[in-house]
């Protein structure tokens, strides 16, 4: 079975705020008082302008002015992560002020995770989450709820 998300990732009061920007947009609760919004094909239209210089796949064109906008609220992150029988990637950045503060960070199926961490678990912990010894960020967080970006509506 495979895992797949396109989301950005925020504080839970952010993000509500938030989610009237793009239309049709629509955000679930994570742990720790963080929210997800998944980057779903009802998004992929609503930034416009052209594919995004940081190398994300699911990000839409012209989104990545958005995230900044919303970051001067508090950090936002964009993650994807993508697995198929336990191989995968992962890509994670974080704005924070209206700049990118994380990343980019790729880890990509042929690499191995480094030390600090993967992408999502190193931006997650720069959004404040806090994981329990035995576990990582990406389980704290919850993000194994679900398989896919648009299960996260459901």
Known sequence: MG????????????????VGDPP?????PLEQGLALLPL???LSGSGGGGPCPLGFRGL???????LARWSAAGPVALVEAEYFGG??????????????VLGPLHVD???????EGSP???ALRRLGLVARAGQDEFEAAGLGRR???EGWLA
């Open 60 to 66: 839409p064109g012209g989104f990545e002015p958005m």
């Open 24 to 28: 049709g947009a629509g955000s679930a």
């Open 3 to 18: 895992y797949e998300l396109r989301a950005v990732i925020a504080g839970r009061a952010l993000l509500e705020d938030a």
């Open 147 to 149: 398989r896919t970006s």
């Open 120 to 122: 999502v678990s190193r």
């Open 40 to 42: 779903t094909d009802a």
């Open 87 to 100: 191989v995968g990637e992962q890509r994670a950045a974080v704005w924070e002020g209206g700049a990118v």
């Open 109 to 115: 199926e042929d690499e191995s995770t480094p030390a």
